[in-house]
């Protein structure tokens, strides 16, 4: 490992914002008051990488708590330091495996999730690890709010159709969706937010898929 990478993971011990692997554990349920000392709304984001969304959501909207979720400390480091050197209170992240979100949030928890640019695991042998497979969704369905959203940006064409068919065989209600973000009508201040990736992307000429649905 890096010697950046170690300074990292050894700087995020101390970062107050910041919470690992178990530690968040005993915040299931309580999320709001025990972490934000608040009763707002709270939204996730999930397999957030640099914060980038996670940052910028919490700006536009202080009456909203933002948690984001990745395994990659060295990741993460980044976002939770802008949050703080930026004073940023309604923000917070959990180094933890996705899979083990339950072990995390209670029952009906969540106001919304962010699903932002994940990894698309396009090979079929790997179809459980989308984050969009019927095994993630379950388990985002048991901590969302009853018609809380799922937002999902991705520039994979593949999972942007990969996920519309498990809406549809689902029966999920789908509320927005786009192939193209930028050239639709959909596109906001919330929808331009752009990732350190999205921002690759879009210097290709990558199209961005957006998908909004709920349960």
């Not at 990488?49 to 940052?55: I, S």
């Not at 940006?153 to 209600?173: F, M, R």
């Not at 192939?179 to 959909?186: G, I, Q």
Request: aromatic content about 12%; charged content about 30%; glycine content about 6%.
């Amino acid at each position: 490992m890096g010697k950046d990478k170690l300074r990292r993971f050894a700087e995020i011990e101390t970062f107050e914002n910041v919470l690992q692997l178990d530690e968040g554990k005993p915040f299931k349920g309580g999320w709001s008051a025990k972490q934000f000392k608040n009763d707002q709304p709270l939204i996730l984001e999930l397999a957030c990488g640099k914060g980038e969304y996670t940052v910028n959501l919490a700006r536009l909207f202080p009456a909203t708590n933002f948690i984001g979720l990745d395994y990659k400390g060295n990741r993460i480091w980044r976002g939770a330091k802008t949050a703080l050197e930026d004073q940023i209170p309604n923000v917070a992240f959990l180094r933890i495996q996705i899979e083990n979100i339950l072990d995390y949030f209670g029952e009906e928890e969540v106001d919304e999730i962010w699903i932002t640019f994940p990894d698309p695991q396009p090979q079929i042998s790997r179809e459980k690890k989308r984050l969009t497979s019927p095994r993630f969704l379950e388990k985002y369905k048991q901590i969302l709010m009853p018609g809380g959203f799922i937002h999902l940006k991705t520039d994979n064409d593949g999972l942007h159709a990969y996920t519309l068919e498990k809406i549809e065989e689902l029966s999920l209600k789908l509320v927005a969706r786009t192939e193209d973000l930028y050239h639709s009508d959909l596109v906001d201040e919330v929808l331009s937010i752009k990732t350190y990736y999205e921002k690759k992307y879009l210097a290709h000429e990558k199209n961005i898929n957006y998908l909004k649905f709920s349960f």
